[in-house]
């Protein structure tokens, strides 16, 4: 059984462009937290959304960024006109029926803004 | 506020000595409690938890941590360290008002000398 994938996992953009991370749960797997990771900090909550539906997006910066996960695919976390302020490493992390069942962590996708 | 806080950010200890990872949180309510590891450019794994029940819980790869209800403190122990434990770890919670999301402390990086 494959752990949670991510990709890429290092991704470069230069400021203005877009960025698109995709999130593969773990098979059987349908709730998807996404989490932000600033240099010298620790994890920030962004988002948790389960399959067609965003369950907590109170983390999310309110423009330019969003995420989705479709019936079929991974999860996408989308920034758009991306700026420096937005290279950080970015985790997703799955779980069977959310709550308080374990979240299993993805190697994270590392973003950097040139 | 409510807050989770690791009040070391960095640790050396040498190899085969004891450790205490330091977490305090800062709720109304009782949260749930974790720490994970996080190795170089890797994702979180759950070292351990607690929800109710037994202060004092086991985990993997020799950890255990014990909740201390009047000092709202959940510490990281391991008797003997070994080079491999070199990581960061981060003390989580999950308020218990929440939907899963995690909430993280700062981290502690730990150095292991020979």
């Known amino acids: 059984n494959a752990g949670v994938m991510q990709n890429p996992r290092h991704l470069v953009r230069r400021r203005g462009q877009e960025a698109r991370l995709r999130c593969s749960p773990m098979k059987g797997h349908s709730h998807v937290y996404w989490y932000r990771q600033l240099p010298e900090e620790g994890l920030k909550f962004m988002v948790y959304l389960q399959k067609e539906n965003i369950i907590d997006e109170s983390g999310m910066p309110k423009e330019r960024f969003s995420a989705e996960f479709p019936k079929e695919g991974p999860s996408i976390l989308r920034i758009q006109q991306v700026v420096r302020g937005d290279s950080a490493a970015y985790f997703c992390a799955s779980s069977l029926q959310g709550d308080l069942d374990e979240q299993y962590f993805g190697p994270g996708t590392r973003l950097t803004v040139t | 506020a409510q807050s989770v806080t690791q009040p070391d950010i960095h640790i050396t200890v040498s190899e085969g000595a004891s450790l205490e990872l330091r977490c305090n949180y800062s709720?109304?309510?009782?949260?749930?409690l974790f720490w994970y590891v996080q190795s170089p450019g890797q994702g979180l794994q759950l070292l351990l938890k607690y929800f109710s029940g037994d202060t004092l819980v086991q985990g993997i790869k020799g950890f255990e941590a014990e909740f201390k209800r009047s000092q709202s403190s959940f510490n990281l122990r391991k008797p003997s360290v070994h080079w491999s434990d070199a990581a960061e770890y981060f003390c989580a919670v999950v308020p218990s008002d929440n939907t899963g999301k995690l909430i993280f402390g700062q981290g502690t990086t730990l150095q292991v000398k020979p």
């Open positions: 709720y109304g309510a009782t949260p749930y």
